[in-house]
């Protein structure tokens, strides 16, 4: 038969009676859950805010049922070539086409209004604002195309 533990001195108390565990936990009701909170040391005089989780949008429905159609297109964009003879002057010496355009046009939708409408391709856009408040053009012809070629077969000027 084993020796009992009661006796010996090296033995480990079984643990703490029950009614130490109900004082201990009387005591910490009494303190409450914030009895030992620490101040955290702020080591810098400006606060970064921390960073927290992002979520992307997850829409339920879209905003627009259908998205509108562009509100400048080609013929839109071109509103009439112009057959001035400064204009002629240009187209002949220069191999430049004259149109007036949409005031709200860029250069770029300029470019791709004339290649969609004209099949030419162009060297660069110059625009103005006229005095009367509409937009001229010039847009200057690559080497491949001929301006007056463009404006006697597709636009009738000449």
Same mark, same amino acid.
């Given at each position: 038969?084993?020796? !009992?533990?009661?006796?010996?001195?090296?033995?480990?108390?079984?643990? *703490?009676?029950?009614?130490? !565990?109900?004082?201990?936990?009387?005591?910490?009701? +009494? =303190?409450?859950?914030?009895?030992?909170?620490?101040? !955290?040391?702020?080591?810098?005089?400006?606060?970064?805010?921390? *960073?927290?989780? =992002?979520?992307? =949008?997850?829409?339920?429905?879209?905003?627009?049922?259908?998205?509108?159609?562009? =509100?400048?297109?080609?013929?839109?964009?071109?509103?009439?070539?112009?057959?001035?003879?400064?204009?002629?002057?240009?187209?002949?010496? %220069? %191999?430049?086409?004259?149109?007036?355009?949409? $005031?709200?046009?860029?250069?770029?939708?300029? !470019?791709?209004? +004339?290649?969609?409408?004209?099949? $030419?391709?162009?060297?660069?856009?110059?625009?103005?604002?006229?005095?009367?408040?509409?937009?001229?053009?010039?847009?200057?012809?690559?080497?491949?195309?001929?301006?007056?070629?463009?404006?006697?077969?597709?636009?009738?000027?000449?």
């Amino acid at each position: 038969m084993p020796p !009992k533990t009661e006796n010996r001195k090296d033995a480990k108390p079984g643990g *703490k009676k029950p009614a130490g !565990k109900a004082n201990q936990a009387a005591k910490a009701a +009494l =303190r409450g859950v914030h009895g030992n909170k620490v101040k !955290k040391v702020r080591l810098s005089t400006t606060f970064h805010r921390p *960073k927290t989780l =992002r979520l992307s =949008r997850a829409p339920k429905y879209p905003r627009k049922s259908i998205p509108h159609e562009p =509100r400048l297109d080609q013929f839109k964009v071109i509103v009439h070539p112009v057959n001035t003879e400064s204009a002629m002057k240009k187209i002949e010496e %220069n %191999n430049t086409l004259v149109f007036i355009v949409d $005031v709200k046009a860029s250069k770029r939708q300029i !470019k791709e209004a +004339l290649k969609k409408l004209y099949d $030419v391709e162009c060297v660069k856009i110059n625009t103005l604002i006229r005095p009367d408040g509409s937009k001229k053009a010039y847009a200057r012809l690559t080497k491949d195309f001929d301006a007056l070629d463009i404006a006697a077969t597709k636009l009738a000027l000449v």
